[in-house]
Structure formats: C-alpha cells, structure tokens
C-alpha cells in the first residue's frame, strides 16, 4: 500500500534564493573571465570526456524522463559531447580582425570579451542538448552560466549539473 507521501522532491527557487544565486554567478564571471581561453577550453574538454563516460547512463535517464526512446536520449548526450569538442577548438580560434583606418596612428581591431552571467532556459524535450549548446559555449568565451532546467525534468538537470560540478571540483 501506498501513503500518498512522495519519495522524493525538487523545490524551486524563490526570490531570495534566485538573487543569490545571480550574486554568486557575478562573483563567478569576475574570475572565470581571467582564466586564459585555452585553459577554459581543457576545462570544457574535461566536461566533455565526463559525459562521454556516463553517456549510456545519462542517455537512458534522458529517455526515461522525457519518454524518448533510447537512442533519441543517446543523442542527445552526443549533442553534448559533440559541442563539448568543437567549443575546444574555439577556445584557441577567437580571432579578431585588424582593419585600416584612415586616421593616422590610429588602429582599429576587434576582440572577443567574456559578457558575463549568460542565463540559459532549456525546454523538458531537450533537457541536456539545449544547455550544452549554449553552456559550452559561454563557458569557453569565459562567461559563467546561470540554468534555468524545465521543472519536468529534474532528474536530467540534476545529473547533468552533478557531471559539470565534479569536473569543476576537481579543479579546486
């Protein structure tokens, strides 16, 4: 028999907790941005090598919280794996130009700066490629990530956000 109790429960953020948590991202961006982009990209390689080992695992939690079927949650990890690599390569690939002027002494250029807290939204169908798509990125650019997972599927979210965290963990 069953008591009606749930086993188990996710609880949202509230006001407080999502102003502390965008302090903490700011103070977050403030030293990442300093971390050299080829260094930020061997972090993102490491992330990426994370989910290549638990791709099975996460893969079928994916088609079990979503309801596709396994090989759609197979590639979705593969998503992450996959932008895992090409954000490496950009890590050392963010060039900027350098144009004439007709000012003397004068040189105009283009250069990639870090933005900051970049916030990222992913729908309950695709709840670990759409993050990866644009965390990968922001990350490598030196940018810090705020999550904002579909509260359907918080199963996916809290296992992909465990994977980042230990990479990250162990870094400390």
Same mark, same amino acid.
């Given at each position: 028999?069953?008591?009606? &109790?749930?086993?188990?429960? /996710? &609880?949202?953020? *509230?006001?407080?907790?999502?102003?502390?948590?965008?302090?903490?991202? +700011?103070?977050?961006?403030?030293?990442?941005?300093?971390?050299?982009?080829?260094?930020?990209?061997?972090?993102?390689? %490491?992330?990426?090598? $994370? @989910?290549?080992?638990? &791709?099975?695992?996460?893969?079928?939690?994916?088609?079990? $919280?979503?309801?596709?079927?396994?090989?759609?949650?197979?590639?979705?990890?593969?998503?992450?794996? *996959?932008?895992?690599?090409? %954000? /490496?390569?950009?890590?050392?690939?963010?060039?900027?130009?350098?144009?004439?002027?007709?000012?003397?002494?004068?040189?105009? @250029? $283009?250069?990639?700066?870090?933005?900051?807290?970049?916030?990222?939204?992913?729908? @309950? #169908?695709?709840? #670990?490629?759409?993050?990866?798509?644009?965390?990968?990125?922001?990350? +490598?650019?030196?940018?810090? +990530? +705020?999550?904002?997972?579909?509260? &359907?599927?918080?199963?996916? %979210?809290?296992?992909?956000?465990?994977? %980042?965290?230990? /990479?990250?963990?162990?870094?400390?």
């Amino acid at each position: 028999p069953t008591t009606g &109790k749930p086993i188990a429960a /996710v &609880k949202l953020d *509230d006001e407080r907790s999502y102003e502390r948590v965008i302090t903490t991202s +700011v103070d977050a961006f403030k030293k990442w941005r300093d971390v050299p982009a080829p260094q930020r990209g061997q972090i993102v390689r %490491a992330i990426g090598e $994370e @989910f290549r080992t638990h &791709k099975d695992a996460l893969g079928e939690l994916v088609s079990l $919280e979503v309801g596709k079927i396994r090989q759609e949650g197979l590639g979705e990890v593969q998503e992450t794996i *996959d932008i895992a690599d090409f %954000a /490496v390569g950009l890590s050392r690939q963010m060039y900027g130009l350098t144009m004439p002027s007709e000012r003397p002494k004068h040189r105009m @250029f $283009e250069q990639w700066m870090p933005l900051g807290p970049v916030g990222v939204i992913s729908a @309950f #169908n695709f709840p #670990n490629a759409v993050w990866a798509w644009n965390a990968m990125l922001a990350v +490598v650019c030196g940018n810090a +990530v +705020v999550w904002k997972p579909s509260p &359907k599927t918080p199963l996916t %979210a809290l296992a992909v956000q465990a994977l %980042a965290n230990r /990479v990250m963990e162990e870094l400390d």
